[in-house]
């Protein structure tokens, strides 16, 4: 009778280990280039890949535009409460075109599933589009 109990134990204990590695999940995604005809997975808001499949922001001075990667990512289990850890890396160019006014920046954010869209139609630009210029960004 114990050793029946130890082999059921035994096994239970292995299909709980072998089953853990079924709850994680990898995501992982490279975008070396930009087009809204082949990717569904980048919104575009007042900003848009070029012929040259780069991303283009607005041409008004005045407005902010986005590319967002619109797919939920679970970063936060809530049963266990854990973070998820990720990494990203990405390079960039901010090209005046030999302007002598510029003002053009790149913020890296997460947003809630949901949130609004955008959230700067303010004319200041100073907040890179994620909040209103007269909110605080602290």
């Not at 114990?2 to 059921?8: E, F, G, Q, R, T």
């Not at 283009?56 to 535009?65: S, V």
Request: aromatic fraction near 10%; charge should be neutral.
């Amino acid at each position: 009778m114990a050793l029946l109990l130890l082999h059921l134990f035994t096994i239970t204990t292995w299909l709980s280990i072998l089953r853990i590695p079924l709850l994680a999940s990898a995501l992982s995604f490279n975008y070396s280039s930009f087009s809204p005809l082949s990717d569904d997975n980048i919104t575009y808001q007042r900003a848009y890949p070029d012929s040259n499949r780069m991303i283009q922001l607005p041409p008004n001075p005045e407005t902010a535009g986005r590319a967002t990667y619109n797919k939920p990512m679970h970063l936060w289990d809530k049963t266990t409460r854990n973070l998820a850890d990720f990494t990203t890396h990405f390079s960039f160019v901010i090209d005046s075109q030999k302007r002598t006014i510029c003002a053009d920046g790149l913020a890296f954010f997460l947003a809630p599933q949901g949130a609004p869209a955008t959230a700067n139609d303010d004319k200041g630009g100073g907040s890179l589009g994620l909040t209103k210029d007269i909110e605080p960004l602290n």
